[in-house]
């Protein structure tokens, strides 16, 4: 997804111009459109006219329209969306207040405009934008003098770096200005991955290399890390995995990824957090049920406390048509975050997210244990009545 422009004000309203360019920018599309908002875009109009002699014609005309969204259709198997709604701005082909459903498309610009924007929609188009934020596996191609660092998202491969440094070959009875190169090559290579690669996303890093370039790059990177204190590459030791390449350049990737260690490591990548979090909220149920709460009573209850450490929710729920009930939600993801929490929202596409649905698409790991919910428990089952 491109951001083109984004104009939003001090009240939060505004509006904003993406371009979807890939089938998965539609899903996000899709959580970011809302009845209410206008939607403006390139449409397909049927239009019938008259000629003089009393005879009419139909024929299809491309136009652009403002819409004032009323229903929003998603076909996840195709990855396409429609939206329709009323005309806002008349034109030559379509009366204002005229019904209309544009079907958005691939590489075509839409502007949408909001009363308010929201911290959890603002979220999401900084997610759809950014690359980076979906690219949950990394890779370090490398031979001797060469390396490029990539980011491999689930649709395509970034290259973020390419770093070259001359290595002089190994002379006899000196080898010193060889290995000083080396070690000049070597930091800059982790220099680059500490720049380009964001660990909070990535979930994987893939090391490359003919012969034993990787494994000493491995060994004298997290040496350096136990010199230098450096808590971010210790932390992430687990998710480097050396890989055989047959050179540093950057299509020795393609051999890399089909590698089949490789291939049964990364097949949960895209979701690995969101199922572990499930997992983790399960056990916690099963031994420490006053440390696992679900249902929105419940979690609003232990939000107040200041007591959640993991907030799991749904993406469905920021979905819902009723705007008291919406942000409510984002109030909940708004106090967690600002109390220190994490909040994992789960896409409902997602098996783990179906498996969060059916306990109401939301629930809480807490800090501390909270005993007493009856009274969230009994406003629970009145606004379940309700």
Request: proline residues 2%; negative net charge.
């Amino acid at each position: 997804m491109k951001l083109l422009h984004k104009d939003i004000e001090k009240d939060n309203a505004g509006q904003v111009t993406l371009m979807p360019e890939e089938a998965e920018d539609m899903w996000h599309t899709y959580n970011l459109v809302q009845v209410g908002d206008s939607l403006r875009a390139s449409t397909i109009r049927k239009v019938q006219t008259e000629s003089s002699t009393g005879s009419s014609s139909s024929s299809r005309v491309r136009t652009t329209l403002t819409v004032c969204v009323e229903t929003i259709d998603f076909d996840s198997q195709a990855c396409q969306l429609r939206v329709k709604g009323t005309n806002l701005e008349e034109n030559q082909y379509v009366k204002m207040g005229a019904y209309h459903t544009i079907e958005l498309e691939l590489n075509r610009k839409f502007t949408l405009a909001k009363k308010i924007w929201d911290s959890v929609v603002l979220d999401r188009i900084e997610q759809a934008c950014d690359p980076t934020q979906k690219a949950d596996v990394a890779a370090v191609v490398m031979q001797e003098g060469l390396a490029n660092i990539v980011l491999v998202t689930s649709a395509m491969t970034l290259l973020r770096a390419k770093i070259e440094v001359t290595i002089p070959r190994k002379r006899k009875g000196s080898c010193t200005q060889h290995e000083k190169a080396l070690e000049r090559f070597y930091e800059a290579v982790m220099q680059g991955i500490l720049r380009h690669i964001n660990f909070d996303v990535v979930k994987c890093v893939l090391v490359g290399s003919p012969g034993f370039v990787k494994d000493q790059f491995i060994t004298y990177l997290f040496k350096e890390a136990v010199r230098q204190d450096n808590k971010l590459l210790l932390e992430n030791r687990p998710k480097f995995m050396t890989v055989h390449s047959s050179s540093g350049h950057k299509y020795s990737l393609k051999e890399i990824l089909s590698d089949p260690t490789v291939t049964s490591r990364l097949s949960d990548t895209k979701a690995a957090g969101e199922v572990k979090a499930l997992e983790d909220f399960y056990k916690m149920l099963q031994h420490e049920p006053d440390r696992a709460f679900y249902g929105l009573a419940h979690v609003e209850k232990a939000s107040e406390a200041l007591a959640i450490d993991i907030l799991l929710i749904s993406d469905q729920l920021f979905r819902h048509q009723d705007v008291a009930t919406r942000s409510r939600y984002v109030r909940l993801v708004d106090g967690v975050r600002d109390n220190g929490g994490n909040v994992r929202i789960f896409s409902s596409l997602h098996v783990s997210g179906d498996q969060l649905n059916q306990l109401s698409g939301v629930a809480a790991i807490l800090r501390f244990p909270i005993a007493d919910m009856s009274d969230a428990e009994e406003e629970d089952s009145s606004s379940d009545e309700e």
